[in-house]
């Protein structure tokens, strides 16, 4: 068992409270991208599951995503529920040096903004009772097997030699592809006209913007698990990727619409973090300056292609995090090379054609899965309490209709 190291700890303590920070980041960017109206239901979507799977994780998710495997690389057994026998030591399946309730700590903030994320697709028109019931059963029964399948050293993708060093896979493509499901569900928006669909406080969606990319650095070079060499280029990895994402968002928009859109830059900065989380730890700075630019153009296309479909993805969920995801998943199948990380592998530019195939064979798993799964979970959900709120609600506003409370005084 590895001896604990007082640098290492306090990095992934530090990165832990970084990526816990991202929720509330994420709470203002999603809160400022709805109408005045839903902005605290909206809110307290990514705040509530701040609480809630922080509960949940440590009775029983972590021990599903990540104690001892129960024998077919698909689930963990529950050795570790509510967290017993998990103390200040090192853990005995994972060789780090950190205590292993640092590591508990870390893999829950991935957890907690997971679901989190899914609720940018049915914003302003879900039941609250039946978004608690969703968030419960999703972390339950898509994230932790997933997370389970990619990170555990017994899960079956991780033996396959999948490459997800931040949640490519485990974070982005499942709540993107579930976000998808979800707006398809629950169906649009009642009256839903693009005047009525403008953001109404875009500085808090920038705002939100900014924090995202500040705790990601937590997300991505956090994932490193040491103050060490890793870590340092999974940050530069991080911020180069997220700021060419950036600007070709704000290229494209502009040729487009003619003006460099002040959303557009935020939204791109957050593609290009999405597309690099996977690769962080296993591509070199130039190839996340490809990324970044590669993600921006096929990103903002498929924003593009939602608004002329009939789906109500309401904040574009499945567009960033969905598509991002999956381009990011198998563009570290491309890049990747040992010559960053000798735990990682070589990707198709080194000659290895097979991890570009690993990274398929990861992508269609767990974007399929979690589109059957999150499927069914609405539908069990939908049987207990309907999903969506009645047409007056929706039309008062969910922070009214369900919450009791407005935002802003008249």
Not at 85 to 91: A, D, I, L, Q, Y
Request: charged share 10%.
């Amino acid at each position: 068992m590895p001896e604990i190291n007082a640098g290492d700890t306090a990095w992934v303590l530090m990165s832990a409270a970084l990526v816990m920070l991202m929720t509330p980041g994420l709470a203002l960017f999603y809160g400022g991208l709805v109408r005045r109206k839903n902005v605290l239901s909206t809110i307290m979507h990514s705040f509530f599951i701040l609480g809630l799977v922080s509960v949940t994780w440590v009775l029983w998710g972590y021990t599903l995503a990540f104690g001892p495997d129960t024998g077919l690389g698909l689930i963990g057994g529950l050795d570790w529920l509510a967290l017993e026998g998990v103390t200040g030591e090192p853990s005995s399946v994972y060789a780090t040096s950190v205590p292993h309730l640092a590591f508990v700590a870390f893999q829950m903030m991935f957890a907690i903004i997971t679901p989190a994320l899914i609720t940018g697709a049915f914003a302003e028109r879900k039941r609250f009772k039946a978004f608690v019931l969703f968030a419960v059963a999703w972390s339950t029964l898509v994230y932790a097997p997933i997370a389970h399948w990619v990170w555990s050293p017994d899960g079956w993708l991780f033996g396959l030699g999948v490459l997800d060093f931040a949640g490519g896979t485990v974070v982005h493509l499942s709540s993107g592809v579930a976000a998808l499901v979800a707006a398809l569900f629950i169906g649009r928006r009642t009256g839903l006209v693009e005047p009525a669909t403008e953001p109404h406080d875009v500085p808090m969606t920038v705002l939100g913007a900014g924090l995202l990319w500040f705790g990601w650095f937590g997300f991505n070079a956090g994932s490193a698990l040491g103050a060490n060499g890793l870590a340092a280029t999974a940050f530069v990895t991080t911020n180069t990727a997220a700021a060419m994402a950036a600007i070709t968002w704000v290229t494209i928009s502009w040729m487009h619409r003619g003006s460099p859109s002040v959303l557009g830059a935020a939204i791109g900065a957050v593609a290009g973090l999405v597309a690099i989380t996977p690769a962080a730890g296993y591509v070199t700075p130039a190839a996340a300056i490809l990324m970044g630019l590669g993600v921006g153009v096929v990103c903002y296309a498929a924003s593009q292609l939602r608004l002329r479909s009939r789906v109500d993805d309401a904040l574009d969920v499945f567009s960033v995090h969905g598509v991002g995801g999956a381009f990011g998943a198998l563009a570290t199948g491309v890049f990747a090379t040992l010559a960053v990380n000798p735990a990682g592998a070589d990707g198709l530019l080194a000659g290895n054609v097979g991890q570009l195939a690993a990274q398929v064979v990861g992508v269609a798993v767990v974007g399929v899965y979690s589109a059957v799964a999150t499927a069914l979970i609405l539908f069990g959900v939908n049987l207990i309490v309907p999903i969506r709120v009645p047409g007056t609600a929706e039309e008062a506003g969910l922070d009214l209709a369900q919450h009791g409370e407005i935002a802003y005084q008249p």
